[in-house]
């Protein structure tokens, strides 16, 4: 049995689809099951990532399971999944674990990382690069306004598709070979936000337009909703950009196809922009 956490999200649903289509028996682990639309045949269970002491009941038999970290972790919860007897823990860590625990994003993945390593379990950690479903938070100003205001706009980074996020992940809770391994996942290009709007553009057949937005009006508007260690870590991620801007082959290594670009991810989600 695998247990699939996250289940409703843009990786965690897709792990789902895949290693139901390939008849794995799973388990998809939501709030709401009921609301959740699994595939016939997968069990939805409820659950609460960040109180783990509540998940007993949909670890029971589980062997395998693919955590994804809530931002506001518990990380007790890999020691009570090895606790329930859980073998192998597929974790969707980041990239920006790399840049060191003084910064608080990178920080984040590092104690989840170091909890799946001290709870006993084999594992395999998932580092993606930046994911191509963050454009969706573009669409409305694009919808009323044909404009795209953001920050770090000539940031560089190859981010990829959840999709092709998710079939490592499957592979990883499929196949031998993955344990004890750390995949530093990316999409095909390097492309800065300033290149993904002029993709978006071309595919949807419309002008959009580009705004940089100054750093201090940047800061200070996602001090509003954020707290300020997450704020300067995510200041402290621009300026090492330049770490994060190699494309590397993994995901066609693990899963035998190319990762999908922006392009192509674009014109399968342009109904969400029009």
Known sequence: MILVTGATGSVGREVVRLLHKDGYRLRALSRYPEKSNFPVGVEGVAGDLMKPESLSAALDGVEKVFWMLPLAADFNFPRIARQCGVRHIVLLSAATVEIGVENAIARLHFNAEQAVRESGTSWTFLRPNGFMTDAFRWKDSIRSEGVVRVPFGDLSIPIIDSRDTAAVAAKALSSDGHEGKIHTLTGPESLTRRQQVRILGEVLGRDIEFQSIPDDIAREHLLRHMPAEMV?????????????????????????RAPRTFKQWVTDHSDAFL
């Not at 870590?233 to 590397?248: N, R």
């Open 232 to 256: 300067e870590a995510l200041f402290d991620l621009s300026k090492q950009g330049q770490k994060f801007s190699k494309v590397l082959p993994k995901v066609e290594e693990v899963t035998g």
